[in-house]
Structures are given as C-alpha cells and as structure tokens.
C-alpha cells in the first residue's frame, strides 16, 4: 500500500533552516509528482511547493519562494524540502502528498514550529 512517512520537524529559532524529508513506498516515485504542503494552528491546509516526477520543474507558493527548495531523489523514493530563513509564519505541521489515479494520499505531518 502507499505509504508517505514524513520527518526532520523541530523547534527552531527565526532565521535558522531545516530539511524535512518524505520517503515513499508502494508506488513507482519515480513516475509521481509530489507536493508539501502545511497545516498552521487553527487554519486551513495550504500548499507550500510541488515537483514533477522527473524534478524537472517546480512550483512554491508566494509566501516561502526565493527560501524554500523542494527536490526529489527517485533512487531513495524521497522528496526533500529545504527551509531556509524561516519565521515564526513557517510553524505548523508539513505533508507530503502525492495523487496516483485520483485519489490522494497524505503522510502522517511532521511539527515545524518557528520561534522569534
């Protein structure tokens, strides 16, 4: 079955960076497109950032470009984000998910939470 286990959260302070990493399993990831995306305290889900299945191209919301990098490994079935600069905005759980034959498939989250 499909499995998207996220990880590489933490507590850290404004300005400072962290990768999360999601590593995939029970589906050809070298065929996917795959997506970040987080959930703040008391708000809706949003996207963050999204990679073709080749890595070939990417897209960030407004609000993390020019900081946030996603890439994708096809040999070790994992999609990184690299957060750089981050601020306390940053905090809240992150997803990865990908859409294999219209259904959507979410990983567990993984807590960032930015101090100031």
């Known amino acids: 079955q499909v499995q998207l286990v996220e990880s590489g959260g933490g507590s850290v302070q404004a300005g400072e960076s962290l990768r999360l990493s999601c590593e995939a399993s029970g589906f050809i990831f070298s065929t996917q497109p795959m997506g970040w995306f987080r959930q703040a305290p008391g708000k809706e889900r949003e996207f963050v950032a999204t990679i073709t299945w080749s890595g070939g191209s990417t897209s960030y919301a407004d609000s993390v470009k020019g900081r946030f990098t996603i890439s994708k490994h096809n040999a070790k079935n994992t999609v990184y984000l690299q957060m750089n600069a981050l601020k306390p905005e940053d905090t809240g759980i992150y997803y990865c998910?990908?859409?294999?034959?219209?259904?959507?498939?979410w990983g567990q989250g993984t807590q960032v939470t930015v101090s100031s």
């Open positions: 998910r990908t859409t294999i034959r219209s259904y959507t498939y």
